[in-house]
């Protein structure tokens, strides 16, 4: 049974940092591609960024672009959101992705297995 747990969500004021973990089990974790994807309250799941499955190559929305940094530990079966310079607007719940076998990719419907996601909320 696949399992993705993210954890590391909170409170935090506007201009803080936080940083995401995902772990992933049952699942051929370095083969597989990772995405983090957010949903704010009444809104629709968007992509944040997502790495390739040895992470050379990542990707960003631009919404976050050189404010957010994804990156990965195959050793640990962990993938990782650093989150600097936070934003209220990045207020939402924060969901971790995996695509085994498959390139990272910005369309959520192309992701296999999915956690239960972590609230982050940044106070104005």
């Known amino acids: 049974q696949v399992q993705l747990v993210e954890s590391g969500g909170g409170l935090v004021q506007a201009g803080g940092s936080l940083r995401l973990s995902c772990v992933g089990s049952g699942l051929n974790f370095r083969r597989s591609a990772m995405g983090w994807f957010r949903q704010a309250p009444g809104k629709e799941r968007d992509f944040v960024a997502a790495?390739?499955?040895?992470?050379?190559?990542?990707y960003y929305a631009d919404s976050v672009k050189g404010r957010f940094t994804i990156s990965r530990d195959n050793a640990k079966n962990t993938v990782y959101l650093q989150m600097n310079s936070l934003k209220p607007e990045d207020t939402a719940v924060y969901y971790c992705a995996a695509t085994e076998g498959n390139w990272p990719s910005v369309n959520l419907g192309r992701y296999d297995f999915w956690g239960q996601g972590t609230q982050v909320t940044v106070s104005s």
């Open positions: 790495i390739s499955y040895s992470g050379g190559s990542t």
